[in-house]
């Protein structure tokens, strides 16, 4: 019989080898997401007897005021999977989620195929995002080694901006590091991306200003540049917003379009 419960803190063990096994990740950074996101996060599993088959977990934030989460690390064992348990898991766990008085459910798919699968529990295609390519201007130079208040920088940016924790970003900059990618901060800017010789894609990035975005960047020599942001941004006007995740309102919260999920793990 499959059992349906909130995660315990003798199955990290488990649930790190189920992680690995079905997302063929670094242990590193499986470790880092069981040890780093303890206090926000909530993690739930299916288990037969005292195997654990199948996991999901949600990451507390807010959109628009309201408390939401970000839906994510959602993996099966192989053998068990096409027989109802990921969605058995994850109705159980939205349940839970609407008693704790969670406004909205956010994810992103692993793939387009998901897309699918996620509209059939209730999920929506109103998340977004846009991205554009900008050249760098020649700026002074500044030193990369200021903490930003992440979540200031956050409530920079318009509604439909999904708000992370600051202790979520920090750990995001740490995970992202086990795959190369760069993070780069001052106290009024701070970019996650990838970088090529003099060009960079920025995938996430929380600034006060262009100019000081700008400015990190021309910091580490980056001369060109593609940001990947929110459409209600003013710098992505006439930008064509693509699908970027889902979202599902719960508690009769109402619905929205456009929400930008910034850093995601699928």
């Not at 027989?83 to 459910?105: Q, V």
Request: charged share 25%; aromatic share 14%; proline share 3%.
């Amino acid at each position: 019989m499959i059992d349906y419960r909130m995660t315990r803190s003798e199955d990290t063990d488990k649930l790190i080898y189920l992680w690995v096994k079905c997302f063929s990740e670094k242990e590193n950074a499986a470790k880092l997401f069981f040890t780093r996101n303890i206090p926000y996060m909530h993690g739930y599993v299916a288990a037969d007897s005292d195997n654990i088959i199948s996991a999901v977990y949600l990451i507390d934030c807010m959109l628009c005021g309201k408390p939401a989460h970000y839906l994510c690390g959602a993996a099966t064992m192989p053998e068990y999977r096409n027989r109802g348990i990921m969605t058995g898991l994850i109705e159980f766990t939205l349940n839970d989620a609407e008693i704790r008085g969670d406004c909205y459910s956010v994810l992103l798919p692993a793939d387009e195929g998901l897309y699918d699968f996620y509209a059939k529990l209730g999920y929506l295609e109103g998340c977004s995002a846009c991205r554009r390519e900008f050249q760098c201007y020649s700026d002074t130079a500044i030193t990369l080694s200021e903490e930003p208040d992440y979540q200031i920088l956050q409530k920079c940016s318009a509604d439909n901006f999904l708000i992370w924790n600051n202790s979520y970003i920090k750990f995001a900059e740490e995970y992202y590091a086990c795959y190369g990618i760069k993070a780069l901060k001052s106290k009024n800017a701070f970019a996650l991306l990838e970088q090529d010789g003099e060009s960079a894609e920025v995938f996430y990035a929380i600034y006060n200003s262009m100019s000081e975005l700008n400015k990190i960047l021309v910091s580490e020599g980056i001369k060109r540049f593609w940001l990947i942001g929110s459409a209600y941004n003013p710098v992505f006007t006439d930008t064509e917003p693509k699908r970027c995740g889902m979202i599902k309102p719960l508690n009769s919260s109402k619905v929205l379009n456009d929400v930008f999920i910034g850093i995601g793990l699928d």
